[in-house]
């Protein structure tokens, strides 16, 4: 009889994680967009938003290239630069506008695609 194989440790959160959840945070602030907005975006709850924004959970490579996706932002934008920090420009009204569009639209077809996915009408 062969012993069991144990299970493998869960990845702990990393100072990499918290650094990359802020700057996250920092990202949908300055879209003025609300940790419920973008976890909807996502199909994930605010809850969810809000730990991988804390650092309290690891975000993958996928989740992160939707969130940039979303952010209008580079994947690279969310990892640390060789020098200072750089702040992002404020948008325009006109651009934070087309931003909370493509927010909303992106809200609208998960939605629809949930709803299709039960056989209900959206």
Not at 17 to 35: C, K
Not at 76 to 95: I, N, Q
Request: net charge positive; no cysteine; aromatic share 4%.
């Amino acid at each position: 009889m062969s012993a069991a194989v144990p299970a493998p440790a869960p990845k702990r959160t990393t100072d990499r994680d918290i650094r990359i959840g802020a700057r996250i945070r920092a990202r949908r602030e300055l879209m003025r967009l609300s940790q419920t907005d973008l976890g909807n975006a996502l199909g994930v709850s605010f809850q969810q938003v809000q730990k991988y924004e804390l650092g309290t959970n690891r975000i993958g490579a996928g989740r992160l290239e939707e969130v940039a996706e979303l952010l209008g932002a580079p994947v690279a934008s969310f990892y640390d630069e060789p020098g200072p920090v750089r702040v992002p420009e404020p948008l325009s009204v006109a651009e934070a506008r087309a931003a909370q569009r493509a927010a909303t639209s992106a809200l609208e077809e998960a939605v629809r695609r949930e709803a299709a996915a039960r056989g209900e009408a959206a």
